[in-house]
């Protein structure tokens, strides 16, 4: 019984690790189609690949890593290397970029945004999203639309700065 529950979990963390690389593949590509020409539907879609992979890829990574970096030096490296990107694209965003990063890749793989709503369905209001007061979110949105005028020019200031980032690295995993 032992054996055959250890088994499904190494079938597990190896399907596991399968997904992460070809969605870290995917993400890859996006990046060469978008650094050729602007495409809002590829660019939909690169927001929500950034943005797992700052957050649920982060920690995937620093899991993953902890298993391998005493069998595999030179993998653990790479992952290493990729956390150090990770945490460079972070700090270059200043912390409402981040949200509004947040808000592109939920109304990219959402219909709708109800989260960043006051009324919610069941008329209750809503203040506070993710520790953060709906108000000051709904402030700096409008901030960085000042500052950039248009969704798509907030577009290329992220992409400059992603791209700097992934180029330093082909990964191949």
């Known amino acids: 019984m032992d054996e055959i529950i ?4 190494r079938q ?16 890859y590509q996006l990046k060469d ?12 879609s690169f927001y929500v690949k950034i943005f797992e992979l700052i957050t649920s890829g982060k ?22 290397l990729l956390l150090k990107i990770i945490d460079d694209i972070l700090s270059s965003f200043k912390e409402s970029e981040l949200d509004f990063i947040e808000f592109r890749r939920h109304s990219s793989s959402h219909i709708f945004t109800k989260g960043y709503n006051f009324i919610q369905d069941d008329f209750k209001l809503k203040e506070i999203k993710n520790k953060k007061s709906l108000i000051d979110i709904h402030s700096n949105f409008d901030s960085i639309f000042k500052k950039h005028k248009t969704t798509k020019n907030f577009d290329l200031y992220f992409n400059s700065i992603v791209f700097k980032y992934l180029d330093i690295i082909n990964l191949k995993f």
């Open 6 to 9: 250890i088994n499904e979990i």
């Open 12 to 27: 597990q963390k190896e399907f596991e690790h399968k997904q992460f690389t070809q969605w870290l593949k995917t993400t």
């Open 33 to 44: 189609l978008l650094q050729i020409n602007y495409d809002r539907i590829y660019q939909d």
């Open 59 to 80: 920690n995937y990574i620093q899991m993953f890593n902890d298993t391998i970096e005493q069998n595999n030096y030179e993998a653990s490296i790479k992952y290493k």
